[in-house]
Each structure stands twice: as C-alpha cells, then as structure tokens.
C-alpha cells in the first residue's frame, strides 16, 4: 500500500505556541484529509483539501495542499491544552475511494 | 442523527471464536468504509460500500473476514475464527457523495482476541 510519512513523530509544546507537521508521500494525491484522534475513540475530521495550493483554516487550524500534490502541511496557532491528540493525514490516490493514512504526530500541550 | 455509531464498543473473545461489529452511518450517507487499526499506527483500509454495494476490499480482508450493508444502511463485519492478530481498533466512516470525499468516523470496535 501507499506509504505516507508524517513528521515529527511526536511533539512537546508549551501552551500557546504554534505547531506545524507535514505529511508526504511519493506518490500524486488529489484530496487530503486531516483528523485528530483522541485516546479510546474514532478520528475526528479537521480539514479537507482538494486543489494543489489550496489553504485552508478551521479555526486556529490551517492546512496546505502542497503544489506537488505529495505532500500536505498542518499548522495549529496559540496551541491550548485541548489541541492534545495525535493528528493524522490521510490522501487519496486519483483512482479508487480508498484513503491511505499517515502513522500520526502525537501532540502534548504543556500547560 | 448524531454521527456514526459503533456497536460493541469493546469486545473480548477466544481464538477461534467468530465476532461481528455493526456500523450505523449518518443518516443518508451513501457511502460507508470499515478500517483497522492497530497501535501506533493510522487506520488501514479494509472495504468500501456504496449503498449496498461492496466496490472495493484491502488484501489486508482474509477470507475470514465479511462485510455486508444489505439494504444500504447499516453494515456488519464479521470475523470467523479470530486469531490474536486481529486484535485491533475497527473504525467505520461514512461519507455522502455529493459532498466530496470527506469521511466522518464512529468510536470504533476494540476487538480483543485471547
């Protein structure tokens, strides 16, 4: 299956700095999806992007299409401790309905 | 309708012992997937149904794993003799196709095999 790196792994953060993470990938995407996932329950959906470029905010949350259409990028402003999670990506190939997910960044907030 | 439901949440068995899981999409979503996932790692693929129809299935889905969605709504995976390496997480999601590709997830199923 399609492998798809996400960096950094894991990240220690003090409250109310900013957070970026990428995903990439070597193969062409034409959606991206990023989701947050809580311990004990299911992916829940942030953002999703369609069109290489694309920039698109959910709030404190804002997320890039990479023009290579390979790779994708989170950014979470002023983090507070509720931003706690592991984040993950997930792209879909031009052809089939399946998603491939990233392996996630696990997020800690020092308050 | 508050999202996709999950039943049982938790499920502890014997090897050997068959299991099944039943997913509750949102209302009017067409389109519906199961996944697996296991520790420290994103979700893995299994199958896609549109209604009631079955389109695509991982090689990760052995022959001992089944899903059905019957009258398009609800679906039910089935696992015929469990081995300790299907325990895992098994999420569905649902999707409605005029809205893209963006898929909303249930709880999830932890699936303990013994």
């Known amino acids: 299956g399609q492998q798809l790196n996400q960096s950094p792994q894991s990240m220690f953060i003090q409250e109310g700095e900013d957070v970026s993470m990428n995903c990439t990938s070597s193969s062409i995407f034409n959606t991206w999806l990023w989701y947050k996932q809580e311990p004990g329950e299911g992916p829940v959906l942030l953002i999703a992007?369609?069109?290489?470029?694309e920039l698109t905010s959910n709030g404190r949350l804002t997320a890039q299409f990479g023009i290579t259409r390979k790779d994708s990028f989170l950014n979470i402003s002023a983090s507070i401790p509720s931003d706690v999670g592991i984040y993950f990506c997930a792209g879909r190939l031009n052809t089939g309905n399946q998603f491939y997910f990233g392996t996630g960044t696990s997020l800690t907030v020092i308050p | 309708d508050t999202g996709v439901s999950q039943d049982p949440r938790h499920k502890i068995t014997k090897r050997g012992q068959n299991v099944t899981f039943r997913c509750d999409p949102i209302?009017?979503?067409?389109?519906l997937y199961w996944y697996r996932q296991t520790l420290g790692q994103g979700p893995e693929f299994l199958t896609y149904?549109?209604?009631?129809?079955?389109?695509?299935k991982s090689r990760l889905l052995s022959d001992r794993f089944s899903a059905e969605r019957p009258k398009g709504s609800f679906s039910t995976l089935e696992i015929q003799r469990t081995e300790q390496g299907d325990s895992a997480m098994y999420l569905c999601?649902?999707?409605?196709?005029?809205?893209?590709?963006?898929?909303?997830f249930g709880p999830g199923t932890r699936l303990t095999v013994l």
């Open positions: 149904f549109q209604n009631e129809a079955q389109l695509e």
């Open positions: 209302s009017e979503h067409n389109r």
């Open positions: 992007l369609y069109k290489a470029g």
């Open positions: 999601a649902s999707s409605l196709r005029s809205q893209g590709h963006e898929q909303f």
